[in-house]
């Protein structure tokens, strides 16, 4: 059973930095699909970034160039640097790790009841 656990988040003032770091247990296949969703209050959740195990990433488009996740294979940590943050980067971020994250869109990915999330760590951005 996959478990994860978020960590990292805080209180930054516009145009700081955060690196959110995600610690995956009970993932063993090296073929594997993870990222990052956020949440806003009163919005629906939301794809951030996705990593493929080759390497490949993709990211929403309004973190593009501020935001880069990258993964230490040797320590399963998948982490989220986020660059240049703006107030609308505020939300809960939560990791996601599947291998379905790489196929489905957001929303059909949401839908899945068996994948796993995180307890999510909050992100608060002032202007």
């Known amino acids: 059973q996959v478990r994860l656990t978020e960590s990292g988040g805080g209180s930054v003032q516009a145009g700081g930095s955060l690196r959110l770091s995600c610690a995956a247990s009970g993932t063993t296949s090296s073929r594997y699909c993870m990222g990052w969703f956020r949440q806003a209050p009163g919005k629906a959740r939301e794809v951030v970034a996705r990593?493929?195990?080759?390497?490949?990433?993709t990211y929403q488009s309004s973190v593009k160039g501020r935001f880069a996740t990258s993964k230490d294979n040797a320590k399963n940590i998948l982490y989220l640097q986020m660059n240049s943050l703006k107030p609308e980067d505020t939300a809960m971020y939560y990791c996601?790790?599947?291998?379905?994250?790489?196929?489905?869109?957001?929303?059909?990915?949401?839908?899945?009841?068996?994948?796993?999330w995180g307890q999510g760590t909050q992100v608060t951005v002032s202007s």
């Open positions: 990593l493929w195990s080759d390497g490949d990433t």
């Open positions: 996601a790790a599947d291998i379905r994250l790489c196929s489905a869109t957001s929303d059909l990915y949401l839908q899945f009841p068996d994948v796993p």
